[in-house]
């Protein structure tokens, strides 16, 4: 078995960071443990409440039943008066109980929030989602940055609560905002990141009911399809005023003896029938939408929320001017479309629905309601989602600037291209663990190369600049104390597998990798680019020739990047080249037959290699 030392803090400095992680730690679990602390008080009160309330409903009922009895003998409308008084206190502790469970409800999950955070900052993102769906190999970078997946970038960050935030968050990890939308999108998680309490509450009121991928497809579905044609529509319209009336009629006119009770019968079959009708017209849409009508009281509430702050971001202030129709908000618009789908929803009651439905043809009105409001809101509901899906995303950034006090929002460069940070490291180890170093790429026609050791840090350098830079053009905080970088696309080459049922080996995999580089590079669009080993899969002196002269190709097309390598011959390259490649390394300390590793990015080239020692632990006789 193999042991090696880390060896990360061998100075006073490294003691102070250490101190320093500690104390910033300390004031964000204390905050976190006073909110989990005052929560739990409330919920005990309102648990408490809760079972008074529960005790007032069963006495006031049972009270109601034995003193009407009791006075019956006495008093009958002394009893009735009574009974009802009672009755009516019954139902006003049943509504009170009602509002009380709900506010226990949300109390709990805002409990269940700061529960969750507790253990993200102890490295345990298990409670939020890891975007796997998202997830794709083909993607410049997704699969080597860890974009999706367990522990990933988007698991670390994600805090929204429906499918269409989950997908714009992965829109912003998979695609670089233009330099506006980055400052645009700062502002507003600047002005969210201390708002804990208000990011919070939007975040249980999405957790009231998830909007689900198959959720949000119907809702989308439902509110872009097309209505019945006008014509149908108009004479199912006319037969559902006149049976009612027809048939009233027909009782009327029964109950004088004016006509037979029988023809009632033919009234009947008339109202079944076009009962029978409607239900074809009605039951599509209600299928459609019946599942989505907690997401949609969840939804309401969460645009309750956005309309009722006072923002001061441009970004955030007009997300809020999106949620504006007719001169009335957003969450009351969508307050007449639940009501319809409440009333819709009396078909899971059948002992009211069907006389209700066949007396007046209850859902043939609700339906025309509900068209109605399509027609009206159906494109503009697509874009409150949209909003909500933005502050959903920005809040989450928010949460993230919240969590790390000691991270920093980046300069946006105009030039191409500017790469500078100080004690940049990776977001996704923990901080106790994690050795940061500064970095300085500035100008086109760059080529960093990164020697060193095995396991001395080359690989995770190269992840840690591109998270940051893919942080960077989100608009979110980045894991250093200081950074410029230009807006690019990153495009890397580090995890490199090949595919048997495409029949597609390693080496060929690679090349396909690199010729898409190639053509981007070619394009001169503004790329940066991360690669790792490259042509690892040939023999030495091919990979050797083949990598130098990938170099040299880049470098005349003025490329910029940072290429990691065991292959020290590569870095002659920079004698050809002085002011076009810069030689860094990480390096290794050997004492006692065990290594060492501060994983410090340095200049120059690496002259400690560790292979030979690694292999003479294995057993391997050299």
């Given at each position: 078995?193999?042991?090696?030392?880390?060896?990360?803090?061998?100075?006073?400095?490294?003691?102070?960071?250490?101190?320093?992680?500690?104390?910033?730690?300390?004031?964000?679990?204390?905050?976190?443990?006073?909110?989990?602390?005052?929560?739990?008080?409330?919920?005990?009160?309102?648990?408490?409440?809760?079972?008074?309330?529960?005790?007032?409903?069963?006495?006031?009922?049972?009270?109601?039943?034995?003193?009407?009895?009791?006075?019956?003998?006495?008093?009958?409308?002394?009893?009735?008066?009574?009974?009802?008084?009672?009755?009516?206190?019954?139902?006003?502790?049943?509504?009170?109980?009602?509002?009380?469970?709900?506010?226990?409800?949300?109390?709990?999950?805002?409990?269940?929030?700061?529960?969750?955070?507790?253990?993200?900052?102890?490295?345990?993102?298990?409670?939020?989602?890891?975007g796997s769906r998202f997830a794709d190999d083909t993607h410049p970078y997704s699969n080597d940055l860890d974009i999706f997946g367990k522990h990933s970038l988007f698991q670390f960050i994600?805090?929204?609560?429906?499918?269409?935030?989950?997908?714009?968050?992965?829109?912003?990890?998979?695609?670089?905002?233009?330099?506006?939308?980055?400052?645009?999108?700062?502002?507003?998680?600047?002005?969210?990141?201390?708002?804990?309490?208000?990011?919070?509450?939007?975040?249980?009121?999405?957790?009231?009911?998830?909007?689900q991928e198959n959720t949000w497809l119907q809702i989308k579905s439902w509110s872009l399809s097309k209505e019945d044609s006008a014509v149908k529509k108009e004479v199912l319209s006319s037969l559902a005023i006149a049976f009612p009336i027809i048939t009233l009629i027909i009782i009327i006119l029964a109950y004088n003896h004016i006509i037979s009770w029988q023809i009632l019968w033919i009234s009947l079959c008339a109202h079944l029938l076009l009962l029978w009708r409607i239900d074809k017209a009605v039951t599509p849409a209600y299928d459609y939408l019946s599942e989505s009508i907690k997401s949609i009281d969840s939804f309401y509430e969460s645009l309750k929320w956005i309309t009722a702050e006072k923002f001061q971001s441009p970004y955030l202030r007009s997300l809020q001017q999106k949620c504006y129709q007719d001169n009335l908000q957003a969450y009351q618009l969508l307050d007449a479309l639940k009501k319809v789908l409440h009333r819709l929803n009396l078909r899971l009651n059948p002992l009211v629905h069907f006389p209700l439905n066949l007396c007046i043809f209850w859902d043939w009105y609700q339906y025309q309601k509900l068209n109605d409001w399509r027609r009206k809101y159906g494109e503009s509901l697509m874009t409150w989602v949209n909003v909500y899906a933005e502050m959903e995303v920005a809040s989450s950034f928010a949460n993230m600037a919240f969590n790390h006090p000691e991270w920093h929002f980046p300069q946006i460069s105009d030039n191409h291209f500017v790469l500078s940070a100080k004690n940049l490291g990776h977001p996704l180890l923990p901080e106790e663990k994690r050795i940061c170093n500064d970095v300085q790429l500035k100008g086109i026609g760059k080529i960093m190369l990164v020697t060193g050791s095995n396991m001395a840090g080359k690989s995770t350098f190269l992840r840690t600049t591109g998270v940051n830079m893919i942080l960077a053009m989100a608009g979110s905080v980045v894991c250093a104390s200081e950074m410029t970088v230009s807006p690019v696309k990153v495009i890397s080459s580090m995890r490199i597998a090949d595919n048997l049922e495409e029949n597609i080996s390693t080496f060929y995999a690679e090349l396909k990798k690199l010729e898409f580089i190639i053509q981007r590079v070619r394009a001169h669009e503004k790329v940066f680019l991360l690669l790792d080993e490259i042509l690892r899969g040939t023999n030495s002196q091919d990979r050797h020739a083949g990598a130098k002269a990938l170099i040299k190709q880049f470098l005349a097309e003025n490329a910029v990047g940072i290429l990691a390598t065991h292959d020290l011959a590569l870095t002659d390259t920079e004698k050809d080249y002085p002011d076009q490649v810069l030689n860094y390394h990480f390096d290794v300390e050997v004492q006692s037959e065990e290594l060492y590793f501060d994983y410090k990015l340095k200049p120059g080239i690496c002259t400690s290699m560790n292979a030979s020692l690694l292999m003479r632990k294995i057993g391997i006789r050299l």
């Open positions: 078995m193999l042991v090696f030392f880390i060896h990360s803090h061998r100075n006073i400095a490294g003691l102070g960071n250490i101190f320093l992680f500690y104390l910033r730690a300390m004031n964000v679990q204390n905050f976190y443990a006073e909110k989990i602390a005052g929560l739990e008080e409330e919920i005990k009160i309102l648990g408490q409440k809760k079972r008074r309330l529960g005790m007032g409903r069963l006495f006031s009922f049972v009270a109601a039943i034995v003193l009407f009895f009791v006075l019956l003998e006495l008093n009958g409308t002394l009893a009735l008066i009574v009974a009802i008084l009672l009755l009516l206190v019954f139902i006003f502790i049943t509504l009170k109980d009602i509002d009380n469970t709900r506010y226990l409800k949300f109390k709990q999950r805002l409990l269940n929030i700061n529960e969750d955070e507790v253990r993200a900052l102890q490295n345990d993102f298990s409670a939020f989602g890891d994600n805090r929204v609560t429906s499918f269409p935030s989950e997908a714009l968050l992965a829109e912003r990890l998979l695609h670089p905002s233009q330099k506006d939308k980055i400052w645009e999108m700062q502002g507003a998680v600047k002005e969210l990141t201390s708002q804990t309490d208000r990011r919070q509450e939007l975040q249980a009121e999405g957790l009231q009911s998830r909007m």
